[in-house]
């Protein structure tokens, strides 16, 4: 059923709803077989309608990765800020991680399990400045965590390992939900306490 269309002056709700549509149908579809008109009429509009938001669909897509790294980002920060002991920080950045994941599913397949489109322009999306700053600060935490556990020239390379470790777990499960898998938090506290063992000094 098409949405009835907002009044003036709720663009910022209208731009919401596009994305939240947009966000589905790219999971359903892909990014190919998803296109504009699909999107506009999923919110009730016209496809010149919704080029009044977003140029074009690789905006829309970027624009949700913006909002997923932003997001995690923030909760990131917090626990950087609220725990003071390295080892306990690096087990709630992987934990707020995994949890991120599963909270917004949708979000994380298009953030994290889709390549970054260019707009049609070639511009630089924001979205990989912000994906950036998450992973610096990932790393961060992983190198407070194993100060003198590991040479300072191998900490990059064990927080990419540490992520893709947790990423895989976060993939697998929302692909293959109908696998006989444990409960969430038995897995996740079952995968950090192996990584943060096998990292930190003993």
Known sequence: ???????????????????????????????????????????????????????????????????????L???????????PDPEARLRGLMIGYVQFGFENANAYRLAFMTPTI???DGSEPVSRKVAAELFQKFESGVAAAVEGCVEPDRVRALAQVLWASIHGL????????????????TLIETQVDILVRGVTCP
């Not at 359903?28 to 009730?44: C, L, M, P, Q, S």
């Not at 692909?175 to 938090?185: C, I, L, M």
């Open 1 to 71: 059923m098409r949405s009835v269309r907002k009044p003036k002056g709720e663009g910022h709700a209208r731009r919401g709803e596009i994305l939240a549509a947009a966000e589905q149908i790219f999971v359903a579809h892909g990014y190919e077989g998803a296109t504009i008109r699909k999107i506009a009429e999923a919110v009730g509009l016209s496809s010149t309608a919704l080029y009044l938001h977003f140029k074009d669909k690789a905006e829309i897509l970027n624009e949700i990765c913006l909002r997923a790294f932003s997001m």
């Open 73 to 83: 980002l923030e909760r990131q920060v917090a626990m950087s800020e609220a725990e």
């Open 118 to 120: 260019l707009s049609e």
């Open 170 to 185: 976060v993939s697998i499960i929302i692909t293959k939900p109908q696998f006989g898998w444990e409960d969430q938090r």
